[in-house]
């Protein structure tokens, strides 16, 4: 009787209806309970597999799905299970336990290892173990829902081993890689050479904006949101991006070449892009004419600029990347196993297979070089790398490799070596030379201990000196120094011993006594100290014999110099005193006759005289750096502009001259006559440099040394100056002539052409005013001399000369009592002379001593007018007694000199002034009467 709950069920449906239960322990299935009915009625139309298991001795029901899980086992209707799976007895006996136990039991993966089509194979289920209770609670039975999920379990598996053969792959590249996932480009996978691009930062997980900030605005952010847009690669070659190496550090530039390869889902929809590329900063400065291929911008497997390939753990190779089979020209059945083999130079594959077979049994990382057949029939050198892949036990799995052509290195290592046997050849060479110089070198050379005791010595020791080898060698060298020199060789020697290369002279005994002078050099050997030492007795003596003879050159120039200067101004004196004498004698004649028709002519005569002899007085004092500065502000660029026509007839039409001069030009405190016959005299100089011509530049700036050790430097205190610059572009001057150019007397021109007199007169001069002179020149480049003036600090104004002396009217009475002290009586005579022309009255002295009296009277004096050089007490001390005796007491010094500026470092003080003789008679009587009225007038006139 066909029983309802059997209805429907496919061919499982209809072997259950027909089985004969009554023979199992289930019995009639009339006779089932009401849980198992149920539950045979759901299974057979359920399109899930699924299966019973029931009563103690757990018979098996099973619907059409469960049967092709069960494959040979089936039919196995009412048969136990247990004994239906034997073979995974083991595996479902305690879960079929913990089910009949009453527990539910559920799991996404089980694998069993099943026999279900004769031959082992691995699978794996999905399933709900429900355990089915009866009325009174007691479990009758198991019910089972499951799937086999063999499939999905293994592909999955496969995937994940391609991707771990992907990064094995990644991590040997030589290239960067990075897989970006998503719009915001976070980083899913990079490699170690990309980990190395970026400093070594933690960047998995991150968008690439906040991973990598300094790519802001360099155009990367914008062309990976193109790329994904779009769904279109781009690649790049030698593009600049400037990434931070390391935490902290600035950006650098690299030069990168890079492919962005968008990545698409199973939708087809890009949801990633592969980044990949090569750091070419490096080859790119060396040569950025290297052709790069396109081909390592496509897919990953193409984009490789290497040989790819991976090997079973038994040394069997099975895959290779497409760069090796375009290479090879060879398809990869051609490769897998020891196909790879055939590409091989014959000469290598003897040592590229035992080396392999090696690595494969000792699990060692297998690296070598042997040469490749490319597809062309040309073998290039390959460097040859794989490394093993463990799993968790530590069992090799797989092997990944890669070649790398170093063709160019090979052969770069190849000349190297020609190179180094070259340099061998060539050292050989040297040493055989050196021997001949040890033996041949007149020169002496030796080899000496860090202790100073001779090793060896070469024959130049006998030539030169007359000992033999055995006589200096084991011996210190001190014995061979004079006495004098011992410390100089010692210290030379120690410095030897640290690397230092010194060179110094000593005098070295020679075999007869008498001691030679040599000169040294030294160089430190690993051994030893190699001193290498030439006679220089014959040199020295010819230099000292040519020194003494330039020096009485020299002696001889200066007195000849003097000749000159004292015939000159002798010539030039009696020619004025000739006027003044000549004009008194014609003046005397005619008062003898009674007449003074001419005198006026014949006083102009002599006044003129006595002018140009006072000027020449000043000159020499000049030259001796002794005149009276009338320092006053000075316009220098006025000043140059004046000269202008006079130094461009001076040069010449072969010179070109040309002026340069600072804005906002500061004014100097300076003589400005002094002034013009320096720059003459600097003009003349450098026209004398410049036979053939050439350019004369006068340049005026200001300078300032705010520092002491600024101005030390410069030979100046810290201050504000005005530089007037004269730069030729002569002959030059060496620096033997540069430390002397100031010297008096000292000329570098033939005698009779110069006196040596012109810079020293110049340097005088700007010293004296508080200035200073400096010259740099080269040979052959042109000199520069370089004035230093004080700035002039007073209130800014146009240049200001002295205001016009100005005589009180002849007898008119000024008002005031004068003491005048002088030892010479004309000059006494003079000065009393024009205090009675104008209306003073005066008392007179020879020497400080009767002028003492006559302050200690008490005679009323206004002004004190003294000679600088008295006899006895001079002038100086005679006024600070006088002063301390007459406070308020004015004070006017009449001198002939004024030694080293002595107008303002420490003669005048307050209430005093200076005049210098000669003097005009109008300029003594405007001084006076301006100090007696209290009026500032220059203090050196």
């Known amino acids: 009787m066909t029983m309802r709950f059997m209805d429907g069920g496919g061919v499982m449906g209809a072997m259950l209806r027909a089985h004969p239960w009554t023979a199992t322990p289930l019995g009639a299935s009339a006779q089932w309970p009401a849980q198992l009915k149920t539950l045979v009625g759901v299974m057979l139309n359920a399109p899930q597999p699924m299966f019973v298991v029931w009563g103690p001795g757990q018979c098996m029901l099973y619907n059409d799905t469960y049967a092709e899980i069960l494959g040979g086992h089936h039919p196995a209707l009412g048969q136990p299970f247990l004994e239906v799976w034997y073979e995974i007895r083991d595996d479902v006996e305690p879960i079929m336990a913990r089910a009949y136990a009453g527990e539910p039991i559920y799991m996404d993966d089980i694998e069993l290892m099943m026999q279900r089509h004769g031959h082992a194979e691995e699978t794996h289920f999905s399933f709900f173990y429900a355990p089915v209770r009866g009325d009174h609670g007691e479990v009758l039975g198991v019910f089972c829902a499951c799937n086999e999920i063999t499939r999905e379990v293994l592909a ?281 110089m040890w033996s041949s070198s007149p020169d002496l050379i030796a080899m000496i201990d860090p202790q100073g005791i001779f090793l060896d010595v070469n024959p130049g020791w006998t030539s030169a000196l007359g000992w033999d080898r055995e006589q200096i060698v084991g011996k210190r060298i001190d014995g061979f120094i004079h006495s004098e020199d011992q410390v100089n060789a010692q210290d030379a020697l120690a410095r030897a011993t640290v690397g230092v290369l010194p060179t110094f002279e000593c005098r070295v005994l020679h075999a007869d006594g008498s001691h030679r002078i040599v000169a040294w050099t030294a160089a430190p050997d690993e051994r030893a100290i190699f001193a290498f030492g030439r006679d220089i007795t014959a040199d020295r003596e010819r230099a000292l014999a040519l020194a003494m003879a330039e020096e009485q050159l020299r002696q001889a120039q200066k007195m000849e110099a003097i000749g000159q200067l004292t015939g000159g101004i002798a010539h030039d004196f009696n020619n004025m005193l000739a006027s003044i004498y000549g004009s008194i004698q014609l003046m005397q004649r005619k008062l003898a006759a009674g007449g003074q028709d001419g005198f006026e002519k014949l006083l102009d005569r002599a006044s003129a005289s006595a002018q140009r002899a006072a000027a020449l007085t000043q000159r020499l004092l000049a030259f001796a750096r002794r005149q009276a500065l009338e320092t006053r502000r000075v316009d220098v660029c006025a000043l140059i502009d004046s000269l202008e026509d006079l130094m461009t007839r001076t040069l010449g039409p072969r010179i070109a001259l040309q002026v340069r001069r600072a804005e906002d030009q500061w004014p100097a405190r300076i003589d400005s006559a002094q002034l013009e016959n320096a720059l003459i005299n600097l003009v003349i100089n450098a026209r004398d440099a410049m036979p053939a011509g050439g350019q004369l530049t006068i340049e005026v700036s200001n300078h300032r040394f705010d520092s002491p050790h600024a101005a030390s430097q410069a030979e100046l205190a810290p201050g504000e100056y005005v530089t007037v610059s004269v730069c030729d572009n002569g002959a030059g001057m060496s620096s033997t002539v540069i430390k002397r150019a100031f010297e008096p007397f000292y000329t570098t021109k033939p005698i009779g052409q110069g006196t040596g007199l012109g810079l020293s007169m110049v340097y005088g001069f700007v010293k004296q005013a508080g200035g200073h002179a400096r010259i740099h020149s080269e040979l052959g480049r042109g000199t520069t001399i370089t004035l230093f003036l004080p700035r002039d600090v007073s209130q800014d104004g146009a240049e200001t000369a002295p205001a016009a002396p100005r005589a009180p009217k002849d007898g008119a009475h000024a008002g005031g009592s004068i003491l005048v002290v002088e030892d010479e009586a004309s000059v006494r005579e003079v000065i009393i002379t024009v205090l009675a022309d104008l209306g003073y009255v005066y008392a007179e002295a020879s020497d400080a001593e009767v002028a003492l009296a006559l302050l200690d009277s008490r005679a009323h004096f206004d002004l004190l007018i003294s000679d600088v050089g008295l006899p006895g007490m001079n002038g100086r001390q005679l006024a600070e007694i006088a002063i301390g005796k007459r406070p308020g007491l004015k004070v006017l010094f009449v001198t002939g000199y004024v030694d080293q500026a002595v107008a303002q470092n420490g003669l005048l003080g307050n209430n005093m002034q200076m005049i210098t003789k000669p003097f005009v008679i109008d300029d003594l009587a405007h001084r006076i009467r301006a100090m007696l009225r209290g009026e500032t007038v220059s203090p050196a006139s």
């Open 156 to 436: 999955k598996r496969e995937h994940a081993a391609e991707l771990d053969r992907l990064r094995d792959m990644f991590a040997l590249s030589p290239s960067f890689v990075a897989v970006l996932r998503g719009p915001e480009h976070r980083f899913d996978l990079t490699n170690a050479a990309y980990l190395k691009l970026i400093g070594h930062r933690d960047v998995i997980g991150l968008p690439v904006r906040a991973a990598l900030p300094e790519l802001e605005g360099q155009g990367f952010h914008e062309l990976l949101d193109r790329v994904y847009r779009s769904g279109e690669a781009h690649s790049g070659r030698a593009v600049s991006v400037k990434l931070i190496p390391q935490v902290g550090a600035e950006p650098q530039e690299r030069m990168l070449d890079f492919v962005y390869q968008p990545m698409r889902g199973a939708d087809g929809r890009v949801n990633g892009i592969f980044v990949e590329g090569v750091d070419v900063t490096e080859v790119f400065i060396q040569a950025q004419d290297l052709r790069e291929s396109d081909e390592k911008f496509r897919s990953f497997s193409r984009l490789a600029p290497n040989h790819m390939w991976t090997s079973r753990a038994n040394g069997h190779l099975d895959w290779f990347n497409d760069q090796t089979l375009r290479y090879s020209g060879v398809d990869i059945e051609a490769l897998v196993g020891d196909g790879w083999a055939r590409l091989l130079h014959p000469d290598d594959v003897a040592r590229a297979a035992s080396t392999w077979s090696t690595a494969l049994h000792s699990g060692a990382n297998y690296e070598m070089e042997f040469r490749i057949r490319r597809a062309d029939g040309v073998y290039r050198w390959h460097l040859v790398r794989a490394l093993p892949v463990r799993n968790a036990r530590g069992d090799i799995v797989r092997w990944v490799g890669t070649n790398t052509d170093i063709e160019d290195q090979h052969a770069d290592r190849d000349q190297l070596r020609e190179i180094n046997a070259t340099l061998e050849r060539r050292a050989d060479e040297r040493t055989r030379e050196r021997e001949r």
